[in-house]
């Protein structure tokens, strides 16, 4: 075996613009839905893996702590996968930090495998292109694999059975000058985790067929508009699939509500700058509380200052398009 046996990586968080909510295929984590993302420069995760013989089980090093059995777990898994393409039988050591809050709904699960699977197969010798490296990182958790690529990304929707699936760049980060801006409304744990969040929405919410029928043509119009830098067009797609999205969380049984005071506080500010003060800036939410508010640019400075004077917002992170996997 020719591998160094120790390799590092950095990936960044995404925030999806047209969101993935649901499974066509639990087994081989194929999507629902076609999803598209932005790459976020500054939300980043970076990750070590060293092979070792002293080892006699995996271990994973999580900002610091030893990681419960789940997420050693998950990080198994892909070290298996790894482990099998490479032919080698050793443990490894995983130690891994985010510059976030870990598990609160702001894609820490993205980043995370994004930056596992690159740097667990650079250590294991394997040469994997971005979109091996990006199926790899699908099947922890698919948002993953949208990590791998930096820019504007998109990730098909899976046909159950066919476990090639990967996500692809559709536009650089140099393509549009946005700025997405996190409005932080708490540092804890999320409640549910998307995946079980997403397999109880498919198995008990009455709208969640209402949903899959409906986010592919959301997909259509975020793509488009992302093309064509509009974010008009854009914005209000998005924030139509993330409505719709936890519409049909909420209606499951029993319910699955991410949102807190914070979150509707933050919805009305966002909606006040464009109705009251005419900036194009739209909002987005995943597994939790937090609003993450779209915006061009030159719009930055108003948009963070409004949500950081919102009620309940701890603090903004403001983050423009950022960069794919890279070896550190
Ligand atoms: C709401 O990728 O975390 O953030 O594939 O089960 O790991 P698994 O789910 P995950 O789900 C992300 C859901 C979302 C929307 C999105 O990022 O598209």
Known sequence: MKAALAARARARSNIALAKYWGKSDVALNLPAVPSLSLTLEGLTTETEVVFSRDLGRDELVLGGHLAGENETRRASELLDRVRAAA???????????????????????????AALAAAAAAA???????????????RSSASAARSIFGGFVELPAGDPGDDRLAARAIAAPEHWDVRMVVAVGSEGAKEIGSTEGMERSRRTSAFYDAWID???????????????????????????????????????APAILYWAPVTLAALRTVRDLRERRGIPVYATMDAGPHVKALCEAEHEGPVRRALARTEGVLRTIVASPGRGVEWL
């Open 87 to 113: 032919e080698i039988d050793l443990r490894a050591r995983v130690t891994s930090r985010n510059d976030f809050p870990t598990a609160s709904g702001l894609a820490s699960s993205a980043s995370g495998f």
């Open 124 to 138: 294991a010798g394997l040469d994997w292109s971005a979109t091996r490296l990006s199926r790899e990182a699908r």
């Open 214 to 252: 409906a986010a592919p043509a959301l997909f259509r119009r975020v793509k488009s508009g992302v093309k064509s830098r509009d974010i008009v067009a854009v914005g209000e797609a998005m924030e139509q699939s993330t409505l719709a999205f936890h519409a049909c969380a909420i209606a499951a």
